[in-house]
């Protein structure tokens, strides 16, 4: 079974750019997260879906970060403007089969903002 | 509040000696346990989890935890380290009341098993 598909998995721009970073959870699974880790911060939650709706965005650092899931097998999570502070490595992750059932973790997406 | 608390940023060991990666927990209902591993460049793998039932659970490459109540604890066992064992590894929470959005991660210990 195809797991967790993240692209792209390295991301170099400027400062001020978009940056648009894509998702693709395992099929069946009804709750999708996105995580970003830093070496400062370690591993932090930062907005998850349930059913494709967005539940929980209280991680989410500021304005600048959007994220959207337009169908079950799609979510962005969007950037814009992207500033230095912004870099680190994204994970989208998803899980189904109830709360007993593990989050499954796609390979993430490095992003570095010059 | 949930938490978790991974005491020790990294653990080295000898390959072929026993290992324990320590994990303690505070929810308000009853735990729901995992355990990840971060190789390099990779996103997290399931190890293994605690539900219900038997305390020691088992889980993918030889690894076990051992779930006590008492001490609020699920510390990450192996009996004979490998050398390729060496990565990052994460504890993480959930309360039974709680919806799948609250698992809660501890900071990651780096488990290094030299030759």
């Known amino acids: 079974d195809a797991g967790v598909i993240q692209s792209p998995r390295h991301e170099v721009t400027e400062m001020g750019q978009e940056v648009t970073l894509r998702c693709k959870p395992i099929?069946?699974?009804?709750?999708l997260f996105w995580y970003r880790q830093t070496m400062m911060r370690g591993l932090e939650l930062l907005i998850y879906f349930n059913n494709n709706v967005p539940i929980d965005d209280s991680g989410m650092p500021e304005d600048r970060f959007s994220a959207k899931m337009p169908n079950a097998s799609f979510s962005t999570l969007k950037i814009q403007p992207s500033e230095p502070r912004d870099s680190a490595v994204y994970f989208c992750?998803?899980?189904?089969?109830?709360?007993?059932?593990?989050?499954?973790f796609g390979d993430g997406t490095r992003l570095s903002i010059l | 509040a949930q938490s978790v608390a991974q005491p020790e940023d990294q653990v080295n060991v000898a390959e072929g000696n026993p290992l324990t990666v320590k994990c303690t927990y505070s929810v308000s209902g009853n735990p729901y346990l995992f355990w990840y591993v971060q190789y390099p460049n990779r996103g997290l793998q399931f190890l293994l989890k605690y539900i219900t039932g038997d305390n020691l659970v088992k889980g993918s490459y030889g690894f076990e935890a051992e779930f006590n109540k008492s001490q609020t604890s699920f510390h990450l066992k192996k009996p004979s380290a490998l050398v390729s064992d060496s990565a990052l590894y994460f504890c993480?929470?959930?309360?039974?009341?709680?919806?799948?959005?609250?698992?809660?991660f501890g900071k990651g210990t780096k488990l290094s098993v030299k030759p």
């Open positions: 992750a998803s899980t189904g089969g109830g709360p007993q059932g593990p989050q499954h």
């Open positions: 099929s069946g699974h009804d709750y």
């Open positions: 993480a929470v959930r309360d039974d009341g709680g919806s799948q959005g609250n698992l809660i």
